[in-house]
């Protein structure tokens, strides 16, 4: 019986029923449309809006961010490609959907076909599946990376739905330390909680 349960999530997951939040493509779901979504929402609201910035560990800085300059501060999420366009969506597959049964979330990833051909290489969903209310996605993990001759670029991206966003990024020019620079930046929740 357990085999069956998370091919019945994956299911419960597509039948959603508001199609708004999950607009499909080839049967993917628009990562960047739930984003798009979520920076619409953030424009609109009253939110107090603070983005705390930590470089290397050792130094932090914590800036009260204008909700005008909400879009600026999720550029790098909103330039992951849109997996709505049949285009974009046949360089991409979906992994097979898994379910963790401690977290209770479906796992829904895509990775490119060629991965050395794109930057993002997974846009990754974890969503709670709720049969009686709709499924409800929580998180969305991004990672991307930029090799180029002489220098490199990773960056690990989180958005927790309706609470904050943060992304890691590391850096290294040739002949250059590596630098990691992690950006936080909070709308709906506590700046000092730590989940």
Not at 39 to 65: C, E, F, G, K, M
Not at 111 to 121: H, L, M, N, R, S
Not at 123 to 144: F, H
Not at 182 to 187: C, D, E, H, L, S
């Amino acid at each position: 019986m357990k085999k069956f349960v998370p091919l019945l999530l994956f299911a419960t997951v597509f039948s959603c029923n508001n199609k708004e939040e999950t607009p499909k493509a080839s049967g993917f779901i628009s990562v960047r449309s739930l984003i798009e979504a979520q920076v619409a929402h953030v424009d609109t609201s009253l939110y107090p809006i603070i983005r705390i910035t930590y470089v290397d560990s050792n130094h932090y800085d914590t800036t009260y961010i204008p909700r005008e300059k909400f879009r600026e501060e999720a550029r790098d999420f909103l330039a992951i490609p849109d997996l709505a366009d049949p285009k974009i969506a046949k360089r991409y597959r979906e992994d097979p959907v898994q379910y963790d049964e401690m977290l209770n979330r479906v796992i829904i990833t895509y990775k490119p076909v060629d991965i050395e051909k794109e930057e993002i290489k997974k846009q990754e969903l974890l969503v709670t599946p709720a049969s009686a209310t709709g499924d409800k996605v929580n998180n969305i993990l991004i990672s991307r990376e930029i090799n180029t001759r002489d220098s490199f670029l990773k960056q690990e991206m989180l958005w927790i739905m309706d609470r904050r966003f943060q992304i890691i990024t590391t850096r290294q020019k040739a002949g250059s330390p590596e630098q990691m620079t992690i950006t936080r930046v909070i709308w709906n929740e506590d700046p000092l909680d730590k989940e």
